[in-house]
T-cell receptor, first 114, second 111 residues
Framework: NAGVMQNPRHLVRRRGQEARLRCSPM?????VYWYRQLPEEGLKFMVY????????ESGMPKERFSAEFPKEGPSILRIQQVVRGDSAAYFC????????????FGPGTRLLVL | SQELEQSPQSLIVQEGKNLTINCTSS?????LYWYKQKYGEGLIFLMM?????EEKSHEKITAKLDEKKQQSSLHITASQPSHAGIYLC???????????FGKGNQVVVIP
């Protein structure tokens, strides 16, 4: 019974490149959440998605960041034209339903922007 | 502003000793979650508390949520080196499934 899968686990990009982070939720889970953990800061909510729908993107930066959860395949967090300040650990979580259900986290993708 | 305050920020205990860490909010919480994170790794789910006054235990770890649903404590009995790590409390503050997190309690257990 596989947990939440994220890949890659580590990603190095140069400033101005694009970063694509993937998340496969646990089997049977249709809700996906992305969080970012910056150095010396706590974990911050970014976006909440269901299949083909963005439910809440109130935590997403207005520019360069986008997320999707297509009908088939993993959820993708995309960061265009990365800057050094984007260096962080990005975690994906999933839950089976929306109302106060436990969110199970993946191992994270650690993005380093040079 | 930090919506969840965790204390103490770090804690060093001798193996076999008990320890307690706390998580406090100024708002009533819809759900309170405890996770454990080891450096460079993901979050491991420990427990979820929803009802005021609720208490849950798993192995040597007990978590409580106060009646007002604004404060939670996590207690570890007879700590082991395996209990070392960063304990994060997360909470659904506004019922919209966005979890807010504290900065964590770093626990070190000395053999």
């Amino acid at each position: 019974n596989a947990g939440v899968m994220q890949n890659p686990r580590h990603l190095v990009r140069r400033r101005g490149q694009e970063a694509r982070l993937r998340c496969s939720p646990m089997k049977g889970h249709s809700h996906v959440y992305w969080y970012r953990q910056l150095p010396e800061e706590g974990l911050k909510f970014m976006v909440y998605l269901q299949k083909e729908n963005i439910i809440d993107e109130s935590g997403m930066p207005k520019e360069r960041f986008s997320a999707e959860f297509p009908k088939e395949g993993p959820s993708i967090l995309r960061i265009q034209q990365v800057v050094r300040g984007d260096s962080a650990a990005y975690f994906c979580a999933s839950s089976p339903a929306s109302r106060v259900e436990t969110q199970y986290f993946g191992p994270g993708t650690r993005l380093l922007v040079l | 502003s930090q919506e969840l305050e965790q204390s103490p920020q770090s804690l060093i205990v001798q193996e076999g000793k008990n320890l307690t860490i706390n998580c406090t909010s100024s708002k009533t919480l819809y759900g309170l979650y405890w996770y454990k994170q080891k450096y460079g790794e993901g979050l491991i789910f420990l427990m979820m508390l929803q009802k005021g006054g609720e208490e849950k235990s798993h192995e040597k770890i007990t978590a409580k949520l106060d009646e007002k649903k604004q404060q939670s404590s996590l207690h570890i009995t007879a700590s082991q080196p395996s209990h070392a790590g960063i304990y994060l409390c997360g909470a659904d503050i506004d019922g919209n499934n966005r979890l807010a997190f504290g900065k964590g309690n770093q626990v070190v257990v000395i053999p």
